[in-house]
């Protein structure tokens, strides 16, 4: 059973930094291509930064040179840094991925920044 895990979400001020992790189990995720999106209230769910199973990364222009994906093989995680982080980087964040045409998301963290 495939299974994703969040964590390292919390209250952070304006400025400040996060660094998110995304735990597999069940699966490797080395092979594939994984994906941090964020959804705030009211807001559908965005995109924030990918990873293919190379290394390859993209992100929206919204947190271009502000966040940092990452993939740690040995421990079988994807961990998304976040610097710079802004009150509307408020959100709760998932990690995704797809397996054989299957849909796997996570549970979210929270993340919210706030004076």
């Known amino acids: 059973q495939v299974q994703l895990v969040e964590s390292g979400g919390g209250l952070v001020q304006p400025g400040g930094s996060l660094r998110l992790s995304c735990a597999a189990s069940g699966i490797n995720l080395f092979p594939y291509a994984v994906g941090w999106y964020r959804q705030a209230p009211g807001k559908q769910r965005e995109l924030v930064a990918t990873?293919?199973?190379?290394?390859?990364?993209n992100y929206p222009d919204s947190v271009k040179g502000r966040f940092t994906i990452s993939r740690d093989n040995t421990k079988n995680t994807v961990n998304l840094q976040m610097n710079s982080l802004k009150p509307e980087d408020t959100a709760v964040y998932f990690c995704y991925v797809v397996i054989d045409l299957m849909h796997f998301w996570g549970q979210g963290t929270q993340v919210t920044v706030s004076s």
């Open positions: 990873i293919t199973s190379r290394g390859g990364t």
